[in-house]
């Protein structure tokens, strides 16, 4: 042995230690690269953010030109406070509650990294947006789901108590179905082997806020001399330019959601434009069979319904599903306003006849258009997923959100009431809203009801 054998016999060990080290090396999964931003993309979610909040004045014109002149003005102001009072709560903790990770056994998410947004400066989300615009463009449905519920309790409500109503009920009720829908923790987004499917917001916003609409409707009763008072439109130019900004919203809000700039995107949107053009032509024709003359108030209300009833299937179906699924909703809406009526209750301007119940027909609807592309994805073909079972998820997440949202909003509503007030006195509601509660009118005449 001559006197250099320690040293290598030391090297040879260490080499011979070393080697499960380099396997594990070689082995081991390459580092993902950090998201970059696409610029084509995040183009795309700017514009659809802003197409979704554009949708806001046009329900604000929508709802003004069907009340009577005296509650224009009014009316139009639940809209708009609803943009400034959803606007900041959400950046402070909205999106904090909706797309944090679960607490609370997953009734809603929390994450304090997202409280005034503070969290996502450097974020950029998978698809290459950068967080921001994720959840500004979010932002968006929060503002108009409240705004949806007011065509329900219109010409009644105070403006004080619609403040403190819209407030709790997007931390209480609209946070957590966001949470239960989009996160990816979320109760609905992980209920059976696909989720519940809602695209961009059959179940969050359109069920949520019709039957929240039909809930405190009951609860504060109708409008004062319901149903013999004379409640014709004041400004039917007035709901069609409110009702053409939100078809051309409604893109933003639809494509949008895809989270991207692809085939996903064009087919949402395409199937968006058939289900609004199919619902126009059916409430049309409809009318016209039935009493003879087609109204540009039912135009509008067909337009609506078929907007409603294609936003949770947007992703899903194809032009013959869309075409189903607008001419069924046409129908159905029609025959529940026409309910409406014979029943009694005061949907001032039919927030659940065309929400809420043209969001339950295309969230369950939906499951019997599915194009066959979405059965034939591997991972459906892989858990052998069929009708049944995601029709079986469909009327889950419908009768849950159902449940919660009138539950939660008839809870709201009685706090509200009996803390600062929700229902109008009989005096201000003889008054009328804009001069009684904002010292103005909306066309300057002093005579006009």
Known sequence: MTKHTPTRVLGALAAFATLPLLGFAQDAAPVAPAPVVDS????????STTLVLLMVPGLALF????????????????????????????????????????????????????????????SIL???????????????????????????????ISFKGWIAFITLWVLFVYAPLCHWVWAADGYFFNLGAKGAI?????TVVHISSGVSGLVLALFLGPRLGHPKLSTSPNNLTMVLLGVGLLWVGWFGFNA??????NLDTARALTVTQVAAATGALTWVLIEAIVHGKPTSLGLASGILAGLV????????????????????????????ITLKGKLGYDDTLDAFGVH??????????????????????????KAGWGFTDQLLVQLQA????????????????????????????????????????????????NNLN
């Open 40 to 47: 084509g993309i995040t183009a795309w979610m700017l514009v």
């Open 198 to 202: 809602d695209f961009a917001g059959g």
């Open 309 to 336: 009833a294609i936003t949770p299937a947007a992703g899903v179906v194809g032009v013959q599903g869309a075409i189903a699924l607008g001419a069924i909703a046409a129908l159905g809406c029609y025959l529940i």
């Open 63 to 122: 709802y003004g030109g069907l009340v009577r002149t005296k509650n224009v003005l009014g009316t139009m102001m639940h809209s708009f406070i609803a943009m400034a009072v959803v606007g900041v709560l959400w950046s402070v903790v909205g999106y904090a509650l909706a797309f944090g990770p679960n607490v609370l056994g997953g009734l809603v998410g929390w994450n304090s990294d997202f409280v005034f947004l503070k969290g996502i400066d450097e």
């Open 398 to 445: 419908v009768g849950a959100t159902v449940l919660f949202a009138g539950a939660m909003t008839l809870l709201i509503g009685f706090i509200v009431q009996k803390t600062i007030g929700l229902r109008l006195s009989e005096r201000s509601e003889r008054s009328g809203l804009d001069h009684e509660l904002h010292g103005e009118r909306g066309y300057g005449l």
């Open 126 to 156: 998978s698809a290459g947006v950068p967080e921001y615009v994720f959840a500004m463009f979010q932002g968006k449905f929060a503002i108009i789901t409240p705004a949806l519920i007011a065509g329900a309790v219109a010409e009644r």
């Open 356 to 381: 809420g119940a043209g969001g339950i027909l295309g969230a369950i609807g939906l499951v019997f258009f599915i194009r066959e592309s979405w059965w034939a994805d591997a991972a459906t073909k």
């Open 256 to 261: 949008g959601s895809a989270i991207a700039s």
